[in-house]
């Protein structure tokens, strides 16, 4: 997907590492529309390329290297687990919570 490589590139020049908030970051000012529920679904898609309708391990396994990230498996999952309402996949709904979550 060429913006999903446009924006690793671009957070490469910025450093090696990367946290999965900053990559949510990073998409939404890239793809704008952190606003709209349409907006959320076109980046969970760049998540679920897959097309299963969740965000599984082997997903995030993807980004992971994509972004150049060598997270160990474990780590993968623990992220997947805390993001996921039932402890094994993200749905869009965990993920538009996730997104739209506001901090105060």
Do not use: C, H, W
Request: without cysteine; aromatic residues 8%.
């Amino acid at each position: 997907n060429p913006t999903i490589y446009q924006m690793i590139a671009d957070l490469e020049s910025e450093g090696n590492s990367i946290e999965f908030e900053t990559f949510l970051d990073a998409i939404t000012a890239k793809l704008g529309d952190k606003e709209s529920r349409g907006g959320i679904q076109k980046i969970f898609e760049l998540f679920d390329d897959d097309r299963s309708g969740t965000i599984n391990l082997s997903n995030l396994k993807r980004v992971a290297k994509e972004l150049g990230e060598t997270m160990t498996n474990e780590e993968l999952q623990e992220m997947l687990e805390r993001a996921s309402g039932n402890g094994q996949d993200i749905s869009f709904e965990d993920f538009y919570t996730i997104m739209t979550k506001k901090t105060f």
